[in-house]
């Protein structure tokens, strides 16, 4: 039960092992998937940690979940939790603004992720994951991040700002991009003039200017068929009243700040668990050539990219094992009762993917690798509402969440496709960081691949096995 309480009462259960002064904030810092572990080991589904002397409290399990997502904007408040958000966009923008005008914005975007929008983003997707390929040639080395992490900002360039931004300023907004980024301060104050803040006002300054220079030109000479570009600049609220200029810039700056990261994290974990798992790999290559054949992939496009039923279930076992969003944040702006416990206005409430996502209780053998666990035709499928919450859930659910897998999809499937490629380093998460993404170096080798199609009957045996068929044990 959870309702806002004025009464007594108890408050989470508090981790041990908190040390003078700065409680769990050292450790949690260093590796803060351990410490939520051991939380959960420890106390439960639902504890606290001290921040130096702030509490952390922690909600774990589907429950929980739907408990945080529904009381988002109600007794649990997103803006208050992300201070540096006002610093790095403004204090009318979106999640920040008053509920009817973050809806309002949040209008502007969500069509441009409906099916039909997408349509027009695969044929970028695949012609910058083939650059890649292009750029990689026949044999080599590659480290995941440092090369997946920049393909993932050209599909942004390109789909959001259109071709010839890309081309013509797309290495320039990157550059920018980078710092504008690093104002995403968690510990320091947001007015401590260090030298990455300063750094991130001034790449956000100037960002806005290339936005804005950008968004002149297309008034001037609008683009016919629009893009996603135009449409943006020539939406109009329901009212009627054209969105101002500044709001379309940050609009397009919050895509891209959301989408980047956390994008080119998930999809370079997808990668590393199937050369991690070379059954389904093979599936995958069983999938990907019945529909592409003998080609590396240009002819891939929605259709098909919407038919690799195979390649969703392991992109969706990956956003499980290895949730780059980690860990969501909330403030009570109230006192809450939940199960008996009381959590004080105030406090931050955290939900936690990366421990919920490896509970016993919600995934059978759950540090395994088995993607079928998600296939809706088997049996006994663990598809249990707010249980897979990589994308978080509620209103703010992921705005981008169609555009990242079909992202991931494309990118996965034509160097899957083009080719043989095995791991070099041991892949571990990295240390401390906001975004969980695999330690660099994680280095891949690579191999390009005859394209004749002649694997596809043999893949397809093992897709069939992989999907319980009896003819193919
Ligand atoms: C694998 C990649 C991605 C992951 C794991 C991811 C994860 C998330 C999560 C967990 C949230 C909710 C945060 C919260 O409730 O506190 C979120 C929100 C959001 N994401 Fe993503 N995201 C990804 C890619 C993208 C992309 C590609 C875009 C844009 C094209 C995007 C745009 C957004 C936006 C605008 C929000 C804010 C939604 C709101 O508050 O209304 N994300 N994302």
Redesign the pocket.
Known sequence: MARAATAAGNGLPLLDGGVPLLGHLAQFFRDPVSVLKRGYRSKGRLFAMNFMGQRMNVMLGPEHNRFFFEETDKLLS?RESMPFFLKMFSPEFY?FAEMDEYLRQ?SIIMPRFKAASMKQYVPVMVEESLNLVERLGEEGEFDLIPTLGPVVMDIAAHSFMGREFHEKLGHEFFELFRDFSGGMEFVLPLWLPTPKMVKSQRAKRKLHAILQSWIDKRRAAPLDPPDFFQTMIETKYPDGRPVPDEIIRHLIL??VW??HE??AG?VSWALADLLQNPDYQKVLRGEISSLLGGSDGRDLGWEQAVAMEKMDLALRETERLHP??YM?SRKARADIERDGYVIRKGEFVLLAPSVSHRMEETFRNPDAYDPERFNPANPDAQIESNSLI???GG??????VN??RMEMKVLVAILLQNFDMELMDEVRPIAGASTYWPAQPCRVRYRRRKLDGSEAGADMAALARAAGCPAHT
Do not use: E, K, N, P
């Open positions: 997103i999640s949040r919050l895509l959301a989408g956390t994008t998930q780059v969003a969501l990589g994308f978080g209103v703010h659910r992921c705005a981008g555009f990242a």
